[in-house]
Each structure stands twice: as structure tokens, then as C-alpha cells.
């Protein structure tokens, strides 16, 4: 099979998008999700994701790990999704899509993806960090020389420690520049090394951020090594609700391989 795709990035994070409303991709095929993920043998990405029909809604989200398996929420790759869906002439400048965790509402400004994230109500308190969902796990804790220290082994080492174990968390980084800036690195489960950066995990930590009273604002600038995003909330009877996650996403290029 030749297979078409097109390559995103959304902050450094990176994806193999396939349009698959004509139902072509062998979709159990974990090992072919892992080979086109591949650097040095596929295409190489963080991740695979299809777009698809839906009944409900303008398209279906279906997001793979690099390791093959179907996952969570994937919040920059809503965001490429959404711009891919815009350049396929699925939707236009707003849409409403279906991923794993429910619906997403998102809009586009120029090269802009503003993309609505799942409410949070539950925010747990460790004696070391935060744990939250915002449509994937996330471990949240501060972390001193954060520019210079070893995340794929200290990472992993949260990853699968206690109590996460198999299942596993992604864990987040974070310093603190200013009231409304924070720095964060981000070591993802399915990955299982460092990416550029990490959508439902600076989701996390602007809200975990918010939780700890570490920062007042009602929206937060996120420096990840692949640039910056920006994160609105607002909260209201200890939810926080209406967030949204908003970056640049750009289609990088168009390909064909066998497979």
C-alpha cells in the first residue's frame, strides 16, 4: 500500500496526519503506527493521528503514541488536526470535532489554533507535585536547574514509579518566570523521552499553577522547548472551565510511503 500524508508540527511537537474518511488505514496495525513514527526507518513524529467522518460532528480525532498504540488526548495535535481539517476543506475558520475524551470546540486565527480543552474539577495535592487530567495524566512539580538536567531518566523514573506503575503518567517540569510566565519541560508516557512540547501538559501545569497560587492571572504564557503557547481558563466553584489551548500549527510537508 502507498500510503499519503502530510506532516504537522504544532510548537516542535510532530505528527503524521492521514486522511482516513475513506476508511484506508489498517487502524490494529500497531506496528506499522510505530514504523511511520520512526525517525530513522518511517517518517518519523510524536505521534499518528487520523481524521475521520463523524456523525455528530465536522470529524473524528484517532491519535497514536510513536509506540503504536491508540492513547489520550493529544492537545497540540487537536490543534494540527484542526488546521489539517482547515486545508482539506473540512471545516472553515470554527469547528466542533470528537476525540477520545469527548468533544473539542476550536477556532483559527491566521495560523493560530485556539482550541477548547476538557473541564477540570479535580486537582489532587501531593507533598511534591500536582496530579491532574486534562485529557491525558499529568504529574506537575517544580524542578531547580531545569535547563541542564537529565528529564528522560528522571522522567522515567516518575513514569513508572509509584503510583503510576504500567499505566503510567506524563510528568511536567515547571519554573517559574513571572506571575504569568512559567518554563516547562515535559517527559511523555507512550513517547518515553522529552518532546518540544506537550499540549494537555502545559494545559496542566497553567492550571496546576493557578491550584498552587503561584500565578493570579486568568491566562498564562508557557515557554516549551519549542516555543510558546498560551493557556485561558477561568474558574469558577473550584472547576475550571471554558480553557483553552492556543499555538501556531503548521503543515511542514506532504508525502507518500509503502507500507
Known amino acids: 500500500m502507498i500510503l499519503s500524508f502530510y506532516k504537522y508540527q504544532g510548537t516542535g511537537n510532530d505528527f503524521v496526519l492521514v486522511d482516513n474518511r475513506q476508511d484506508i488505514f489498517p487502524k490494529n ?16 513524529a510524536d505521534g499518528l493521528i487520523l481524521l475521520e467522518n463523524d456523525a455528530d460532528c465536522d470529524f473524528k480525532m484517532v491519535y497514536y503514541n510513536s509506540d503504536g498504540n491508540e492513547s489520550t488526548m493529544c492537545g497540540n495535535g487537536g490543534r494540527c488536526i484542526v488546521a489539517f481539517a482547515n486545508f482539506l476543506g473540512v471545516i472553515q475558520q470554527e469547528t466542533t470535532f470528537v476525540a477520545i475524551d469527548g468533544k473539542h470546540y476550536a477556532t483559527l486565527e491566521d495560523d493560530i489554533v485556539h482550541l477548547q480543552m476538557q473541564d477540570v474539577t479535580m486537582i489532587e495535592d501531593h507533598e511534591n507535585h500536582v496530579f491532574l487530567d486534562t485529557g491525558s495524566p499529568h504529574h ?9 538536567f537529565d528529564i528522560k531518566k528522571e522522567g522515567a523514573t516518575i513514569r513508572y514509579g509509584a503510583p503510576y506503575f504500567e499505566e ?92
Request: proline residues 0%.
Open 29 to 44: 496495525d500497531t506496528k506499522l503506527v510505530h514504523h511511520l513514527c520512526e525517525r530513522k526507518f518511517g517518517v518519523g
Open 168 to 259: 503510567g503518567s506524563n510528568v511536567n517540569f515547571v519554573k517559574k518566570i513571572s506571575d504569568t510566565e512559567f518554563r516547562v519541560r515535559t517527559y511523555e508516557r507512550g513517547v518515553e523521552d522529552e518532546t518540544l512540547s506537550c499540549g494537555t501538559g502545559v494545559t496542566a501545569v497553567a492550571l496546576a499553577m493557578h491550584h498552587l497560587k503561584e500565578t493570579t492571572a486568568n491566562e498564562v504564557l508557557l515557554q516549551v522547548e519549542g516555543g510558546t503557547l498560551k493557556v485561558s481558563y477561568e474558574y469558577d466553584s473550584n472547576a475550571y472551565k471554558n480553557i483553552f489551548l492556543k499555538g501556531k500549527a503548521t503543515q511542514v510537508f506532504k508525502g507518500e510511503i509503502s507500507c
Open 140 to 148: 506537575v512539580t517544580f524542578k531547580e536547574g531545569i535547563e541542564q
